[in-house]
């Protein structure tokens, strides 16, 4: 017998047949006598229709108000899902985050889970009762209820599955599992059975839309075991794996060989910015990139060039495309302490990834990925490394080219 | 300064712009120096969605999963209102029925109020900020949502007003007062001024749909002043007066002249049963209404024929048109023991009903309303009577011709 969190996203509960076929799903795992606990988003196109109201009302709303409004989509769906459930003969009741409470801070639409307090909730669970939770919200210290932010049911479900001490976090999605790489671009992209939770955080940040990225840090900070599965498929959790997101000792345990690169993200979410002849003197960079931090604008990739006449330099960086502008008018505003030449501006650029502990262990990872994009012809505009990951910038139209390519390089192409 | 309840029905917040409106309507009231609080219902079709979800996913469903789905309606709108309020510089904030809390009993569905804490609403009041409160709703004693059953709004906004102690409690709706008769069937109906909780009582149960029975009962208890009026108006409460629902010694105090019967009210809504040729023996009565009142059937008009043959009798009595299959069904059932010839269901049927405070002093009011439908031809089939009103039941083709008729002979037709 285990502890299982289930959560299903929007298009999982999108009408009332999927509500029926996830509570057959939620049932499947009941027979097979693990105590269930599960967390459920609004119905796909809910949370949407009630943000257009509230910036229709009022573009700059109070975000508390936001919240109560916007909470309303789960609750919808823990209700009916609940329902389904006792319909099939499943005892099950819907939990309010307010009745649990799952205890946020007080940053309305975007609160971090602070505390879930789940002794009446595990008491139930004992019973052969399933309680149904809804995503993304939580309450507020003053009492209020709050939103985690788009995306935040991942991270609720698997705060939950932490706070239950849960054996493991099943997260059923529109996807089967993660990828090698998007397989709408590389055909021969293959599922992966197991990644690591440090490889599966760059995937996320580098693009992959399949988890939230604060749900993986979530899991890596208290080690709870995830699985990506799709609630489209006829079998359930423990029949047919989905991709398994753990701890690095769990995966060398098995024993298992483990390929070096895991698998290529790619983002063309990105903007390029270089502020030509500024002057090379220390503290620059924190002049240029200082008021960026304080208008709240996240800088990626950053290269500075061998100063060209021994006083000046270029600065390149990359942004958020939705940024960009921001960005730009931020650093015309700075130019009289700044004293640069010109702001050059980019959108045509796309960043590509490898991931993969292996890197750690071995050598020429990033060579491999430089001869690959090289023999293509594809010419590398900034450069980023971490311990597990090599990020490129290229133009975005070689982006295809450059991710099926590698994938080939890094022998990630299914047989 | 005066304190006041605003209650909004659902189609008064049924779109954003509506919403707008009631929010300049609320603030006009804040602008006269008033304290405000406000009870709003969902917006217009919303909990109508709710429902056909809730029946789609399990027709015999859990009462308090049914009321998690619900209650999400007003949810919305109070949030959605509350950024409204902000919008045009109100101090508002929405407040949850578990936050306040308003306290019902445990039945869910139709659950009763209890009792409101106000006292941090009411410090907030004196502050200057306006709570906006979802109607239909409370928190159950065990810690869950609860609803009051469709309509509950006004009662919400009644029990809120009577908690506050309220100068006034306005609820506004689609149409803007109470009238002598329906003016869709009588162009001469008027608008009344004021009119006594009794009288509205009866005019509610007898068909008339402006306010809900249970809140009128309240508002009558606890001596609540409703003044019921439009949403759509330009005016707002205390410029343009609507109908005034008020203690009959409020009305007396002024020294009006008071009309003796102040309505006339309808209902299609009605069944006739016969069941013949019963023994007439002491306790038959019981036989025939206990059944049905275990089924949870209503039985309104009775009459009892006197013996034809002094061992047998037949008693006809009107339910509601919904519950006529379940009581023709349960009293074939109880055939054994009642042993009567046969059950005649009939459901052309209307009942008629003049409601007036004045007919506890006057005579001859009952007369006048025979005489009149008499000299018109229509056939008076069951008759029923209390202090303040006089009903019968009339076959449904006469329904309109019956009411204009009395409508002119109390003269209460306008000039």
Not at 361 to 385: P, W, Y
């Amino acid at each position: 017998m285990a502890r299982i969190v289930l959560k299903f996203g929007g298009t999982s509960v999108g009408d009332i047949d999927r509500i029926r076929n996830v509570a057959r799903k939620i049932k499947a795992e009941v027979d097979r006598g693990n105590e269930v606990a599960v967390v459920t988003s609004a119905m796909s196109g809910a949370t949407n229709q009630l943000v257009k109201w509230v910036n229709e009302i009022a573009p700059l709303h109070d975000a508390r108000e936001y919240d109560v409004v916007v909470a309303t989509g789960e609750q919808v769906t823990i209700g009916l899902l609940a329902m389904a459930l006792q319909q099939q003969g499943v005892k099950a009741r819907s939990w309010m985050s307010w009745q649990i409470p799952i205890r946020t801070d007080a940053a309305h639409t975007k609160a971090r889970i602070v505390d879930i307090e789940t002794a009446d909730m595990a008491r139930a669970m004992k019973a052969g009762e399933v309680p149904i939770v809804p995503g993304f919200q939580g309450l507020s210290p003053e009492g209020h209820v709050t939103t985690l932010g788009r995306g935040g049911s991942d991270t609720s479900a698997v705060a939950l599955a932490a706070a239950l001490k849960a054996d493991r976090c099943d997260i059923y999605t529109d996807v089967d599992g993660v990828y090698t790489t998007d397989p709408r671009i590389v055909e021969k992209a293959r599922k992966i059975d197991q990644v690591t939770y440090e490889e599966m955080l760059e995937m996320a940040s580098q693009g992959s839309k399949v988890l939230q990225t604060r749900s993986v840090e979530l899991a890596m900070n208290h080690h709870v075991r995830v699985q990506v599965l799709s609630s489209f498929d006829a079998a359930v959790g423990s029949d047919l794996p989905g991709t398994m997101v753990v701890d690095e000792e769990e995966i060398m345990a098995q024993g298992l060989e483990k390929s070096v690169v895991s698998g290529i993200a790619f983002s063309k979410d990105e903007a390029k910015i270089t502020v030509t002849r500024v002057a090379d003197r220390p503290g620059v960079a924190a002049a240029i990139f200082g008021p960026l931090a304080d208008t709240n604008i996240n800088v990626d990739m950053i290269v500075q060039n061998v100063s060209l006449d021994g006083s000046s330099t270029d600065i390149t960086f990359t942004v958020q495309r939705a940024d960009l502008a921001r960005a730009v008018e931020r650093l015309e505003r700075a130019k009289v302490d700044l004293k640069f030449a010109e702001i050059k501006a980019d959108i045509n650029v796309a960043k590509v990834s490898v991931i993969g502990v292996g890197m750690r262990s071995h050598t020429g990872v990033a060579l491999k990925m430089f001869e690959t994009l090289a023999a293509k012809g594809i010419n590398i505009q900034v450069i980023s490394t971490s311990e597990i990951k090599i990020s490129v910038l290229v133009a975005a139209e070689y982006t295809e080219l450059a991710v099926r390519a590698l994938h080939t390089a890094y022998e990630l192409d299914a047989a």
